[in-house]
């Protein structure tokens, strides 16, 4: 089976750096993704990993450590606008497709000001 | 237009009615995916196509769910006899196929409500 784990909660202050975790245990292994979800909108990517290390791309930075089934999501200098629901995707071998993405339950995050 | 697009955006209907959900997929992806996703839960994958493979119906909850891609462009889910536990917001998204870290871009999703 796959099993993807965040919390599900954070806040965090504007300005400030805050970090999401992800832990997940799945059917191998084909990469894993990050999602910003705002309310009622579509969720759009962010980031991806497949090797093991750090990914920056602007004020957010993605890890993962393959041996420990593990990623977080880094998002620095926060603004008010980043208060969403942070998603967490792995892309694992389940049911013969490679494709399928297993979604963990997403983080909401709050910036206050 | 540019993004995956799906109608309608809301949809109310009576348990027991059937419902159909449109998916218009970004042209040129010939992957296209569906996913529910219910109140504070995370996105459960439904079905899977890819160009004029047989679909991966594995996520698909039980038969009154069922979904066609038509012409490898735009897909319809169907839910026939609709349940109170069908309410949720459907999710499309659409991708190239490749290689595997090409990200899958999704549409605004349907709210379906089941009264």
């Known amino acids: 089976g796959q099993n993807i784990d965040q919390p599900t909660e954070m806040t965090a202050t504007e300005g400030a750096i805050v970090q999401i975790n992800c832990t997940y245990q799945?059917?191998?292994?084909?990469?894993l993704f990050w999602y910003q979800q705002h309310a009622g909108e579509a969720p759009t990517f962010l980031s991806y990993?497949?090797?093991?290390g750090l990914e920056e791309k602007g004020r957010f930075s993605s890890f993962l450590s393959r041996s420990k089934g593990y990623s977080y999501l880094l998002l620095k200098e926060l603004q008010m606008k980043d208060s969403a629901s942070y998603l967490c995707?792995?892309?694992?071998?389940?049911?013969?497709?490679?494709?399928?993405?297993?979604f963990g339950s997403g983080t909401q995050l709050t910036v206050l000001p | 237009g540019a993004g995956v697009s799906q109608s309608p955006s809301n949809k109310v209907t009576e348990k027991g009615k059937d419902v159909e959900l449109r998916c218009d997929p970004i042209s040129g992806h010939t992957a296209l995916y569906w996913y529910r996703q219910s109140l504070g839960q995370g996105l459960e994958f439904l079905i899977y196509?890819?160009?004029?493979?047989?679909?991966?119906k594995s996520g698909l909850p039980s038969d009154r769910f069922s979904a066609e891609r038509t012409g490898g462009s735009v897909s319809t889910l169907t839910i026939q006899r609709t349940q109170q536990e069908d309410s949720a917001v459907y999710l499309c998204?659409?991708?190239?196929?490749?290689?595997?870290?090409?990200?899958?871009?999704f549409g605004d999703g349907t709210r379906l409500s089941i009264l």
């Open positions: 998204a659409s991708s190239l196929v490749r290689g595997l870290e090409q990200p899958q871009h």
């Open positions: 196509f890819q160009g004029n493979s047989a679909p991966d």
């Open positions: 799945t059917s191998g292994f084909n990469g």
């Open positions: 990993n497949v090797l093991d």
């Open positions: 995707a792995v892309r694992g071998i389940s049911s013969g497709s490679a494709r399928q993405l297993t």
